[in-house]
């Protein structure tokens, strides 16, 4: 037995030392360094307390990131599980070429988001395509261009990750569905229920704990969206949010690793508050 414990951890270690070198030592060192005035090229360092936390509520641009962020995940959240939802409601019916169209659907979400961010900056840009359509439908395009104009940067932004993300959560909500006994369907339309009452009796609630993955997980990626913003407007025209704040700060033009430590602990606060709040929510309405 002990011979099997050694093997066992021998066969792990590998994953222990990655864990610990690029995992929890990093957590560690940017908690201690948030307490700091840590410069990234200044070998010395001073413990500042709770300064840097302190500053970042008085910063505007870390509000104005903050708000973006808040913004960002209130804005795409509800809609990207609804569209995703209802999407996979409609390629799991059987109708001809429905691999077709699961797999149209699912291809943006496992594209290079770099790739479909400079595809979008084309299509947003003034005489872009997206401006031609909003002519024909009659609304005035920005003079700009959508993401030169701070009133429709970061709503062209969320609306792009919509896009891109619902066909990933609709695969989710498509593997719920099918884990679905048909006999309860069957149970249903015997005692003369519709699709709408089936829909609301049977498939959404036996769904809720894939929306309750699905919520969390998307949650957490929308608070850390950086490479759109990178990308397209590099936090211009008011579209800033909590990463970029963070990137900007540690890496490019204050180069404080301890304000960016204190700021992504700050996002890491707020992210667990999030997600634990919607696991009691869910939790009490019987979700899990």
Request: aromatic share 16%.
């Amino acid at each position: 037995m002990k011979q099997k414990k050694t093997t066992a951890l021998f066969l792990a270690l590998p994953w222990i030392v990655t864990l610990l070198l690029f995992w929890l030592y990093p957590i560690i060192y940017s908690f201690i360094v948030g307490f700091t005035d840590k410069q990234l090229l200044s070998k010395t360092f001073q413990w500042v307390g709770f300064d840097n936390y302190k500053a970042l509520l008085s910063d505007d641009s870390f509000l104005l990131a903050l708000k973006n962020t808040a913004i960002f995940v209130v804005g795409t959240i509800p809609l990207t599980t609804i569209i995703a939802l209802l999407l996979a409601l409609l390629v799991n019916k059987q109708f001809k070429g429905r691999g077709l169209f699961r797999a149209g659907y699912f291809l943006p979400s496992i594209t290079s988001m770099v790739v479909i961010a400079l595809i979008f900056t084309n299509l947003f840009q003034r005489g872009g395509y997206i401006a031609l359509l909003a002519e024909m439908l009659g609304f005035t395009p920005p003079q700009h261009g959508f993401l030169l104009d701070s009133s429709t940067a970061l709503f062209s932004i969320m609306a792009m990750d919509v896009w891109m993300a619902v066909g990933y959560y609709m695969l989710i909500f498509l593997a719920g569905l099918k884990s679905i006994p048909q006999e309860l369907y069957e149970a249903a339309r015997i005692q003369g229920a519709g699709s709408i009452r089936q829909f609301f009796s049977i498939t959404l609630p036996l769904l809720k704990p894939v929306a309750l993955f699905i919520l969390v997980i998307n949650s957490i990626k929308s608070f850390q969206v950086f490479v759109e913003i990178f990308v397209m407007t590099q936090g211009k025209f008011e579209t800033s949010t909590m990463v970029y704040f963070i990137y900007e700060a540690g890496l490019t033009t204050k180069f404080n690793f301890g304000y960016a430590s204190a700021a992504a602990y700050i996002l890491f606060l707020i992210v667990a508050v999030f997600s634990f709040m919607q696991f009691r929510l869910l939790k009490n309405r019987g979700t899990v």
